[in-house]
């Protein structure tokens, strides 16, 4: 059975571990990067969704956001942006950007549960 693999970009420890806890519960299968370099080269394996911070070290989530919506390779990954509060414009920035959703922090588990159901791409095969 091959299992959605969904990329975590998150620099904050504790929300980075709270949501693999989850995803791995729900049975997904999680990679996470704590900088949007690392964001960018592991999403060029092709993960099922992201998981977007947009405030990273270096590089941040928007111009990742960006960035991977301007590659045919990965502009069909969806991307959930993940943002605190007082963030509107570059919320706004990444869904102009394509980004196909976002949560604002803090999020319950249930809407993000529902949320990533809802944005991963259907399995017509089945999962097999
Ligand atoms: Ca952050």
Same mark, same amino acid.
């Given at each position: 059975m091959k299992?959605? #693999?969904?990329?975590?970009?998150?620099?904050?420890?504790? &929300?980075?571990?709270?949501?693999t806890y989850n995803l791995e519960r729900w049975g997904y299968a999680v990679q996470v990067c704590s900088t949007g370099e690392?964001? #960018?080269?592991?999403?060029?394996?092709?993960?099922?969704? &992201?998981?977007l911070d947009l405030g990273l070290p270096g590089i941040s989530g928007a111009e990742v956001c960006r960035r991977l919506k301007g590659k045919q390779a990965t502009q069909e990954i969806p991307i959930l942006v993940l943002t605190a509060r007082g963030h509107e414009t570059e919320v706004a920035a990444c869904l102009d950007l394509g980004a196909d959703g976002y949560?604002?922090?803090?999020?319950?588990?249930?809407?993000?549960?529902?949320r990533?159901?809802?944005?991963?791409?259907?399995?017509?095969?089945?999962?097999?």
């Open positions: 299992r959605d #693999l969904i990329l975590v970009v998150e620099d904050e420890i504790d &929300i980075a571990e709270m949501v690392e964001g #960018l080269q592991v999403a060029s394996s092709g993960p099922s969704l &992201i998981l949560l604002a922090k803090p999020f319950g588990l249930k809407e993000l549960a529902s990533i159901r809802t944005m991963l791409p259907d399995d017509p095969a089945g999962r097999t």
